[in-house]
């Protein structure tokens, strides 16, 4: 048994790579503490935290990352050095690395995509895109599995059994990152519907306004008159009390315009 920077470890070839690894993990983690979550779209954030992958992995010529919602769907990006869609095609087959990773909550190694049984779908579609080597790691963090990161290669055998000991301390790292971004994400959504509702609302309210003045009717009836017009229209509320809303607006500047004159 070893200890390694505090890390007990009883695979001497992990020891080996880890301290090949150390440059790299430096550059990497250095990368990550200068991702400035809410500076840019979740996407924007998740493909830094992707670039940050490349250099925390010896042999990695690119790298990408899957991040799952609870809308049962994913946001899939890759590091600015790939333009594949290797992720994407995983996630579209429902098989491959990441998703055996973050399935499992373990880091899967694959050396020959094409010729891995585990994955026959992915693998060979993997290797037309060049890919032949790949490390998947789950995003874990607070016992949730918000996605899963990786790193590719073209090269076959790319990464040995050791490399993944360096580079899942760097995913638990990520993990932080990733799940600030994708909060922050959704507080901004939150906060942007609830604008909207707060326009709308306000927008209905004087069209109500607008309704009552013109026919002499109260706030309740004219709320029906508004809901009428937009089941008749087919159009939805809020744009049926924009139109109105607009077309007041008009209507005074041209009397204002006419007795100007």
Request: charged share 20%; proline share 2%; glycine share 10%.
């Amino acid at each position: 048994m070893v200890l390694v920077g505090g890390i007990v470890s009883t695979d001497l070839e992990s020891v080996h790579a880890l301290a090949d690894q150390g440059s790299g993990l430096a550059t990497a983690w250095a990368g990550l503490s200068r991702v400035v979550t809410g500076k840019g779209t979740l996407e924007q954030t998740l493909s830094e935290v992707a670039d940050c992958v490349v250099p925390a992995v010896p042999g990695a010529d690119a790298a990408g990352l899957i991040l799952f919602d609870a809308a049962e769907s994913a946001t899939v990006v890759s590091s600015t050095a790939f333009r594949g869609d290797v992720n994407g095609v995983q996630y579209a087959l429902g098989e491959g690395p990441s998703i055996s990773a973050a399935a499992s909550r373990s880091t899967f190694i694959s050396g020959d995509l094409g010729a891995d049984r585990r994955w026959p779908r992915f693998g060979p579609r993997a290797a037309d895109l060049g890919i032949r080597s790949m490390i998947s790691l789950p995003l874990i963090l607070h016992d949730e599995v918000l996605g899963s990161i990786d790193a590719y290669a073209a090269a076959r055998h790319a990464f040995g059994s050791g490399v993944g000991f360096g580079v899942e301390l760097f995913a638990m790292r990520a993990a932080v990152v990733v799940l600030n971004g994708r909060t922050l994400e959704h507080a901004q959504r939150t906060v942007g519907r609830l604008e909207t509702a707060l326009t709308s609302r306000a927008t209905i309210d004087r069209a109500i306004g607008i309704i009552m003045s013109r026919a002499g009717v109260s706030a309740d009836d004219a709320f029906v008159r508004l809901r009428t017009m937009s089941q008749h229209e087919h159009v939805k509320l809020r744009l049926v009390a924009e139109r109105l809303v607009d077309e007041a607006v008009r209507r005074a500047r041209a009397r204002r315009n006419e007795s100007g004159s």
